[in-house]
């Protein structure tokens, strides 16, 4: 069938597939029943499906919530240990910094050199702990602006959030708020990357932002809902869409719905 009859096996045209390969009704349908039980990517069991990457993931956040309202949020540095100068060399440069007046040439130099090793060190230092205070300012503004899925979990109630809000918010620029989208958080409703958090929105009649995430639930649950012998095309979910309050194309819908990876109406009965 994949070799010789592929598009007529992708549109699902059984009495097409029956009469090349002259089947009967009978051992058409149990044909069917046995290539339903097929996995047509077998390389799933390697780790990886479409839409999904399961890929070991070391969260760089862990967020906590507790029944009162209340968001911790935490840095995990993993195993990266507690970076400094060993005390016992600094002692040593001290030392030997108040006999400078009795040293010679090479040896004033061979201070010099160290002094330039060990401020390059605080600087490196210095530098990591500003990164971790920036991907902790930019974890905290998304905390902050997307409060209600920390709080319940229900990625509808996430809102239009740009980088440009989390780098008003922060006080950082746009392309370091953006590289920090790859970054991932751990919380009690799953692990996701910091860019799963922003998205754009529509606004309503009435001036009411609403998600671009929401009207793609709202898309995939009309989808589920639908009859099977009768599947809904393109323009009756926009309808419907509309009905609900979501006003948006049928261009965009039909954009939604790839991105959702629901095939169209006629390959879904």
């Not at 999904?52 to 993993?78: C, M, R």
């Not at 005390?87 to 050199?113: C, N």
């Not at 209600?148 to 918010?169: C, H, N, Q, S, Y």
Request: with cysteine; charged share 30%; proline share 4%.
């Amino acid at each position: 069938i994949i070799d010789k009859l592929f598009d007529e096996f992708t549109h699902k045209r059984w009495d097409r597939i029956a009469a090349r390969l002259h089947l009967t009704e009978a051992e058409c349908e149990r044909l069917q029943r046995d290539l339903k039980k097929l996995n047509p990517r077998p390389g799933s069991a390697m780790g990886e499906v479409v839409g999904h990457n399961y890929q070991q993931i070391v969260p760089d956040f862990a967020v906590e919530t507790d029944d009162d309202g209340g968001i911790t949020l935490s840095f995990n540095k993993g195993d990266v240990p507690e970076l400094r100068i060993s005390p016992s060399f600094m002692e040593i440069l001290h030392q030997v910094d108040t006999g400078r007046a009795k040293m010679s040439r090479p040896e004033r130099e061979a201070l010099q050199y160290t002094r330039q090793k060990i401020e390059k060190a605080q600087g490196f230092i210095e530098a990591v702990k500003q990164r971790r205070r920036t991907l902790t300012a930019v974890m905290q503004a998304i905390i902050d602006l997307q409060r209600p899925f920390f709080l319940e979990g229900d990625e509808t109630l996430l809102r239009p959030m740009i980088l440009k809000d989390v780098a008003e918010r922060t006080g950082l620029d746009i392309s370091t708020v953006s590289r920090a989208n790859s970054k991932y958080v751990e919380t009690h409703y799953g692990t996701y990357p910091l860019k799963w958090f922003f998205s754009d929105g529509y606004v309503t009649d009435d001036g009411q932002e609403i998600a671009t995430r929401k009207i793609q639930a709202a898309l995939k649950d009309l989808v589920e809902a639908e009859d099977k012998k009768k599947p809904l095309s393109d323009e009756a979910l926009t309808a419907m869409l509309n009905e609900k309050g979501f006003p948006i194309a049928r261009r965009t819908v039909a954009k939604y719905r790839e991105q959702l990876g629901i095939p169209v109406a006629r390959l879904r009965k």
